[in-house]
């Protein structure tokens, strides 16, 4: 029993040890990603055209495809991803204790979140622009927050989505009541229960949402915004290069739009860039002249491998949410720069 003891303290002080020594800058996640040769995701399950679990066990949506590029370009292969369904309290923990290498479920970017005095996180760029809104079964005849003074609300708990609702019917002076769930799937079930007038989310969730309902044209998303939602991946923070690395694999999604490179052409841009040495940029950008990968810790091609797997940002977008997907959600802020949208990519030099 003594000898049992003194193994236990001895793997603990291990186990801390190896914690300390990422912590205080010793190591990155990006080597520990590298060497497991997997990595871990924390993602919903439940919000279509975002994560969703499909029936055979495969997880899809655009926040999933971010978990695949950022495989594709550690690990050099989109498939080796282990996903971990969150609910919106758990996620911030998960990262803290390093049950997931990746957050990639649906959440906003804001102050609290990000400063060293809050959560701490590091944020990648923005994935989605979002805004907050309102359901509300269209034979209610609702038309605003006027008229949902005194009423139900159906709301996730632990989320920037319940401060919203606060801010905004304190700010009109009106009252209700909160009912709130802790993931969106109990939000949605309290609503179709009638358990609440309406519910609210970010508007691409409620989208999401309607979607599986057996009569979706019978609830409507009202025209009230109640707030922004720049909805990105987050790591721990304190680790700069695993910060950097998943930083640039996003920023790599938007660029290959930019340069029209997509997951059918990579291939013979590749080789048109390996024929043509005055394609300066595109040689950086897919790895033909060396140093950039290098620098983030990743292989120089890491874009390459990136865009054969999950297509560029615009493919990834059109998949699960353009208008022949099941969620079709008007790509509105979240086009490229170019086309009159907030997404862009800085220089890859």
């Not at 690395?245 to 490179?261: C, S």
């Not at 297509?311 to 208008?323: A, D, K, S, V, W």
């Amino acid at each position: 029993m003594i000898r049992r003891f003194a193994t236990g303290l001895v793997t603990l002080s291990l186990l801390a040890t190896g914690c300390a020594s990422i912590d205080q800058g010793g190591g990155s996640r990006l080597e520990l990603i590298s060497k497991r040769g997997q990595l871990h995701c924390g993602v919903s399950g439940k919000i279509p055209g975002f994560s969703f679990l499909l029936g055979n066990g495969r997880y899809e949506g655009l926040d999933v495809d971010i978990c695949r590029a950022m495989a594709a370009a550690v690990v050099g292969d989109a498939t080796k991803v282990q996903y971990r369904p969150l609910t919106a309290p758990e996620r911030f923990t998960a990262l803290k204790t390093g049950e997931i290498d990746l957050l990639s479920r649906n959440t906003t970017l804001n102050l609290s979140r990000d400063a060293a005095g809050g959560n701490g996180l590091t944020f990648a760029p923005v994935v989605f622009h979002d805004g907050q809104g309102l359901m509300v079964k269209r034979s209610t005849g609702i038309k605003g927050l006027q008229d949902l003074k005194a009423s139900n609300i159906c709301v996730g708990s632990g989320t920037t989505t319940e401060q919203n609702l606060n801010d905004a019917f304190q700010e009109r002076k009106l009252s209700y009541t909160p009912i709130k769930y802790q993931d969106l799937n109990q939000v949605v079930a309290g609503y179709l229960q009638g358990r609440c007038l309406a519910m609210t989310s970010d508007r691409s969730q409620l989208a999401a949402a309607r979607s599986g309902f057996p009569d979706p044209e019978q609830h409507i998303i009202l025209d009230v915004v109640l707030s922004k939602e720049p909805l990105a991946p987050a790591s721990v923070g304190g680790d700069q290069r695993l910060g950097d690395a998943i930083r640039w694999v996003v920023f790599a999604l938007f660029a290959a739009e930019e340069f029209g490179i997509t997951q059918e052409n990579v291939d013979s841009k590749l080789q048109q860039a390996k024929t043509n040495p005055q394609m300066s940029s595109l040689r950086r950008f897919l790895g033909v002249d060396a140093g950039l990968g290098q620098k983030l810790g990743l292989a120089d091609d890491f874009v390459v491998k990136v865009i054969r797997a999950t297509g560029n940002y615009g493919e990834i977008y059109n998949r699960h949410l353009g208008p022949n997907s099941s969620v079709p959600i008007p790509r509105g802020l979240n086009r490229s720069y170019r086309q009159g949208g907030l997404l862009i990519a800085p220089p890859f030099n």
